[in-house]
């Protein structure tokens, strides 16, 4: 069974950082293209980033160049670096794979930009 298991986030200034993680088991976890997703309250989830099995990476257009995308394919573990980070990016966030023609989600990380 596939689990992801997140960890960072939390509560910062705007123009400050920070990172959310997420441990992923019970999958080959090179092999896959991993996401990571937003939802803030009343809003539908959207994506915020995508990195392939290579290495390449994707950006929704309100994150590029703050945010940045990473895996490590010995850990078994994806990171979303965010920095100048704006009260807009205030959401619940959440890593994804789809795997075996399934989603799976991480529990989710609250992240909150607020002087």
Not at 3 to 25: E, I, K, N, T, W
Not at 36 to 55: D, F, H, K, T
Not at 71 to 94: F, G, H, I, W
Request: proline residues 3%.
């Amino acid at each position: 069974q596939v689990h992801l298991v997140q960890s960072g986030g939390g509560l910062v200034q705007p123009g400050g950082s920070l990172r959310v993680s997420c441990a992923a088991s019970g999958m080959n976890f090179r092999l896959y293209s991993m996401d990571w997703y937003r939802q803030a309250p009343g809003n539908q989830r959207e994506l915020v980033a995508q990195i392939g099995s290579s290495g390449d990476t994707n950006y929704a257009d309100s994150v590029k160049d703050r945010f940045t995308i990473s895996r490590d394919n010995v850990r078994n573990r994806l990171s979303l670096q965010m920095n100048n980070l704006k009260p807009e990016d205030t959401a619940v966030y959440y890593c994804h794979v789809r795997a075996r023609e399934r989603d799976f989600w991480g529990q989710g990380t609250q992240v909150t930009v607020s002087s």
